[in-house]
């Protein structure tokens, strides 16, 4: 991984890596690889950028790390928008209404349930 000189290449790699350790509930040790990924974003595609975004907020989730990954999640949002991924857009506003039921904001909560919602038509 190390030795390749395409950075779209070791994003992936670092993600898959992070991606593996979330698998197995190690998530401070998925968070590291994923910090790693986001240290090379600059010219990676939309796509790459948005799940690594994504899965380092649902492994700050799980940590229970709630400010962070609803920023996190909010940050996926930005780049949702360039891919046109209404899969993942809908499904990260279902994730920020989880994290804000928990967080007993149900107007919050709501919000982003409804804002999902929408985007299923």
Do not use: P, W
């Not at 790459?48 to 907020?57: D, F």
């Not at 279902?94 to 904001?105: K, P, W």
């Amino acid at each position: 991984m190390q030795k390749t000189n395409e950075q779209e290449a070791q994003q992936i790699a670092y993600t898959n890596l992070g991606l593996a350790f979330g698998a197995v509930d190690q998530h401070e040790k998925a968070l590291v690889y994923y910090d790693q990924a986001e240290s090379i974003t600059q010219n990676s595609s939309s796509k790459v950028r948005l799940y690594l975004r994504l899965n380092k907020a649902l492994s700050l989730t799980s940590l229970k790390k709630h400010s962070l990954s609803k920023e996190a999640f909010k940050n996926a949002l930005v780049v949702i928008h360039e891919t046109n991924d209404y899969f993942a857009e809908v499904r990260t506003y279902g994730n920020l209404a989880d994290i804000y039921i928990i967080e007993d904001s149900l107007n919050l909560a709501e919000y982003y349930l409804i804002k999902g919602r929408t985007r299923c038509y």
